[in-house]
T-cell receptor
């Protein structure tokens, strides 16, 4: 079955370190997204991509970057981790096309920055 | 800023009762979707309603959409303990491509 997987599922890192969260989908979806989920803020969009070599900033992109070198993967990098980036991160994907924006989510990556 | 806002933020009911959650949004939309999230898990798509639809059913779920009031409701009938989860509305604003904007969610607890 097609799926979307995230790794690592749990990570503790120190302030200032670079961290990369991996996301891999086998749906062959063109669209991929990264959200963070925090109490009181719901899900907020960090970055998104509509295809290979395409990346776009979302609502809360500062301190994060993504790259899309193939259809299956959209890694999220925290350049210099800050305590404010302690959160749960969800990768998601969807098909292209009008009305085909049902999103399929990964199981989440819990990141703690100490 | 969140496009959708759910109401109430938390809801506690007894098994067998109906649960109603509401969502309000701000801009014109292509469609509105509802998602469910079990504790510690990712979100799962429940139902999509297009802007030209007023009501949609799926099993025990009933969704309504009122574009004039920019609001939607999700009704879960005959609730079960297994329905305990957070429920999120997500809107696809016109002109925003395939992006979805999520509200803050309603935490539903169904007591056995």
């Amino acid at each position: 079955d097609a799926e979307i997987t995230q790794s690592p599922r749990h990570k503790i890192t120190e302030t200032g370190r670079q961290v990369t969260l991996a996301c891999h989908q086998t749906w062959n979806h063109n669209n991929m997204f990264w959200y963070r989920q925090d109490l009181g803020h719901g899900l907020r969009l960090i970055h998104y991509s509509y295809g290979v070599q395409d990346t776009n900033k979302g609502e809360v992109s500062d301190g994060y970057s993504v790259s899309r070198s193939n259809t299956e993967d959209l890694p999220l990098t925290l350049e210099s981790a800050a305590s404010s980036q302690t959160s749960v991160y969800f990768c998601a994907s969807s098909e292209s096309g009008q009305g085909r924006n049902t999103i399929y989510f990964g199981e989440g990556s819990w990141l703690t920055v100490v | 800023s969140q496009q959708g806002e759910e109401d109430p933020q938390a809801l506690s009911i007894q098994e067998g009762e109906n649960a109603t959650m509401n969502c309000s949004y701000k801009t014109s939309i292509n469609n509105l979707q509802w998602y469910r999230q079990n504790s510690g898990r990712g979100l799962v798509h429940l139902i999509l309603i297009r802007s030209n639809e007023r009501e949609k059913h799926s099993g025990r779920l009933r969704v309504t959409l009122d574009t004039s009031k920019k609001s939607s409701s999700l009704l879960i009938t005959a609730s079960r303990a297994a329905d305990t989860a957070s429920y999120f509305c997500a809107t696809a604003p016109r002109g925003a491509g395939n992006m979805l904007t999520f509200g803050g969610g309603t935490r539903l607890m169904v007591k056995p």
